[in-house]
């Protein structure tokens, strides 16, 4: 079991970054995938969700809405999370969690850096 966080970097305020995270070795499409931070010195919080359905439910923490937006492609294993007009209080470890009542899988995260 995998999962793999991508996209993370370096950025301005006011830019854009999409992550990505690609899982291996499970039925990714079963999971609600979320995605959670962790800045400096302080606690990991969930920014973003996304279900199963079709369509699939979401939920966006909210320091993030209407400026992060979580998308899936099953058919790639893949959940997206795109972000934009990021801000300094951005600037985070990010990473990816599939989560089912029988299943609970984390990625190594992957850092985003806001600043000028």
């Known amino acids: 079991v995998q999962l793999v966080e991508s996209g993370g970097g370096s950025v301005q305020p006011g830019g854009s970054l999409r992550l990505a995270c690609t899982g291996s070795g499970f039925a990714f499409g079963d999971f609600n995938i979320r995605w959670h931070r962790q800045a400096p010195g302080k606690g990991r919080e969930m920014v973003a969700a996304i279900g199963i359905s079709n369509p699939p439910t979401t939920y966006y923490a909210d320091a993030v809405k209407g400026r992060f937006t979580i998308s899936r492609n099953d058919a790639k294993n893949t959940v997206y999370l795109q972000m934009k007009n990021l801000r300094f209080d951005d600037t985070a470890v990010y990473y990816c969690?599939?989560?089912?009542?029988?299943?609970?899988?984390w990625g190594q995260g992957t850092q985003v850096t806001v600043s000028s």
């Open positions: 969690n599939a989560h089912r009542s029988f299943g609970d899988y």
